[in-house]
């Protein structure tokens, strides 16, 4: 019922006996993996905001979590290290600079209005982490808010209704191939098509730049690491496909523009990540939403293939140009 997609995995030994953190194939051996189990925000969804979410229907939540923990309970079985989102992000939010990250992006007058921004401040940097955690992934209603800050003069919380959000909820943090993709020894967090996801991203990069876990290895960001709106550049994580051999496969379609691709590769070639970059063009339909949802490899020569997806479909191979310094990715 419910998909639960990875964004990081360890497939590849460190020289010193570790492991780092990459994804080198699509089939590669899974030592471990980052799932956001379904929570609050899934109870959130309701027929008038359902569309908007980007989900067809509302949820039966209880079973979604049922599903969810039995699929943890089979990776875990099968000796695969299973790190839940919501875990990882309290405690990246009690590491230094995390919540100064929430502040200076999501806290502005811009966004809540000069008359909560004083006081939302201070609320996000006295809140325990848990609590916060629930807010960044789950929302915050206009009656929580006025609860929680009793003394705030604002016209956006006078406009609002008490059931309207202030902070809309994340359904989509399910699906957490989208927002993150490693390719691999690097990662990238993707510039999201629809609003609805775009925020998805900032919490990505406070567990990227903040959880020990990443902060260790120092990770690379190959691209999307800073606030900044690439519309109409946008890739999302369903649409990459690592395949090896210095080789990705990218999808072009509903979500995922011909600029984002180009703006991909320029980064991977500029990392030396990658020789090749093939781009298989989609129907821009909503069946064919991501690449991963027509095409998935099985074997490291082996797709299993949507049977609907049309015989013909034009693709391209984006190579860097010999001799010519890649320079600093957009």
């Known amino acids: 019922m419910v998909p639960a997609v990875a964004w990081g995995h360890r497939t590849r030994a460190a020289d010193e006996g570790t492991t780092m953190l990459g994804v080198h194939s699509e089939v590669g051996d899974l030592a471990q993996v980052v799932l956001h189990e379904p929570g609050l925000e899934l109870y959130r969804l309701t027929p008038d905001n359902v569309t908007g979410l980007l989900f067809d229907d509302v ?8 599903e969810h923990r039995a699929f943890q309970r089979a990776l875990r079985d099968r000796g695969v290290v299973v790190h839940l989102f919501r875990d990882l992000l309290e405690t990246a939010l009690d590491e230094p600079g995390a919540r100064e990250l929430v502040q200076s992006e999501l806290v ?9 921004e004083r006081h939302l401040t201070d609320l996000v940097g006295a809140m325990p982490a848990s609590d916060l955690a629930g807010v960044l992934i789950g929302g915050l209603l206009r009656s929580e808010a006025a609860q929680a800050l009793p003394r705030a ?3 956006l919380l006078s406009v609002l209704d008490d059931d309207d959000f202030l902070l809309p909820p994340l359904p989509n943090h399910l699906y957490q191939r989208d927002n993150v993709a ?10 999201m098509a629809h609003p609805a996801r775009q925020r998805e991203g900032l919490n990505s990069r406070l567990v ?12 690379p960001f190959l691209r999307g690491n800073d606030a900044g709106h690439h519309a109409p550049a946008t890739v999302e994580g369903g649409d990459v496909l690592v395949i090896g051999n210095r080789t990705v496969m990218v999808g072009l379609g509903e979500r995922t523009a ?5 703006a991909l590769a320029h980064a991977l070639f500029a990392a030396d990540a990658v020789d090749r970059v093939v781009v298989v063009e989609l129907p821009r339909t909503r069946a064919f939403m991501h690449l991963d949802t027509a095409m998935t490899m099985i074997d490291t020569a082996t797709f299993s293939v949507y049977p609907h997806l049309p015989e013909s479909l034009r693709s391209y191979s984006l190579v860097a140009e010999p001799g010519v310094p890649q320079g600093t990715s957009p």
């Open 59 to 66: 949820m039966w939540v209880e079973r979604a979590q049922a």
């Open 108 to 116: 502005t007058a811009q966004h809540v209005g000069g008359g909560l």
């Open 153 to 155: 003069s604002s016209l």
């Open 182 to 191: 490693w390719i691999y020894d690097g990662v990238v967090v993707n510039p």
């Open 208 to 219: 990227l730049n903040h959880h020990p876990l990443f902060t260790a290895q120092r990770v």
């Open 258 to 262: 011909p600029q984002g691709v180009e």
